[in-house]
């Protein structure tokens, strides 16, 4: 059973570009949260996705934004890219029925804009 | 905002000892509090959750407690080893369930042999 999986794992943009990353949750999970998490940071969350649709939303400008497609897989998309986008990104997935659970994490993507 | 704190960012003890992480939290009682690990360039990894009338956990080596008093948690690692070197985190779901998670900043474990 594979978990958690984001794509790419390194991504290198230069200022103002436009960059979208993948997310494929882990089998049986329905709801994708992602999250920004800077060198010595903890996550801070973005948004999440469930049934197509957001439903939550962190304190992030509307530069990010999201799809999540009928297969629950998601996507992240950040236009106009500054320097203080460069972070890990993480994907998390859950299971909407399940209260209170531990979150499901894939590995991340390290962007770094240039 | 709802605040979960770490106040230590580094930690570093010899193997075999006990290690101490702490977190607190400020402007929202949880239900819940979870405790992730996290290698470098990696995403977090699930460890335990405490739920508010559960005083305390255990998994193997590891122990959390809760004190709603205090507004924080503990947690233990025993008999330590050098693999469990690694940045550890603390959260809650701020109230909402399969919603957003709230972190603390991690405490950055190194055990020494």
């Known amino acids: 059973d594979a978990g958690v999986t984001q794509s790419p794992t390194h991504l290198i943009k230069t200022r103002g570009q436009q960059v979208t990353l993948r997310c494929s949750p882990k089998?049986?999970?329905?709801?994708v949260s992602w999250y920004q998490q800077a060198l010595g940071q903890g996550p801070q969350f973005i948004f999440q996705?469930?049934?197509?649709?957001?439903?939550q939303r962190g304190n992030f400008p509307d530069r990010f934004s999201g799809h999540q497609f009928p297969n629950y897989s998601s996507e992240l998309n950040v236009n106009a890219l500054l320097l203080g986008d460069s972070a890990l990104y993480l994907c998390?997935?859950?299971?909407?029925?399940?209260?209170?659970?531990?979150?499901?994490f894939g590995q991340g993507t390290r962007l770094t804009v240039v | 905002s709802q605040k979960i704190e770490q106040n230590s960012e580094a930690l570093n003890i010899q193997e075999g000892k006990t290690a101490t992480l702490t977190c607190n939290y400020t402007?929202?009682?949880?239900?819940?509090l979870q405790w992730y690990r996290q290698d470098p360039g990696r995403g977090p990894v699930f460890l335990l959750l405490?739920?508010?009338?559960?005083k305390e956990k255990r998994k193997e080596r590891l122990k959390v407690t809760f004190d709603t008093t205090l507004k924080q948690s503990l947690f233990h690692i025993t008999a330590s080893q050098p693999a469990d070197s690694a940045t550890y985190l603390c959260?809650?779901?701020?109230?909402?369930?399969?919603?957003?998670?709230?972190f603390g900043r991690g405490t950055q474990l190194t055990v020494w042999p």
């Open positions: 998390a997935s859950s299971r909407r029925t399940e209260r209170s659970t531990e979150a499901f």
């Open positions: 089998s049986g999970h329905d709801t």
């Open positions: 996705y469930y049934e197509e649709e957001e439903r």
């Open positions: 402007n929202y009682s949880p239900a819940y």
């Open positions: 405490i739920r508010e009338n559960e």
């Open positions: 959260a809650h779901f701020g109230g909402s369930t399969l919603g957003r998670l709230y």
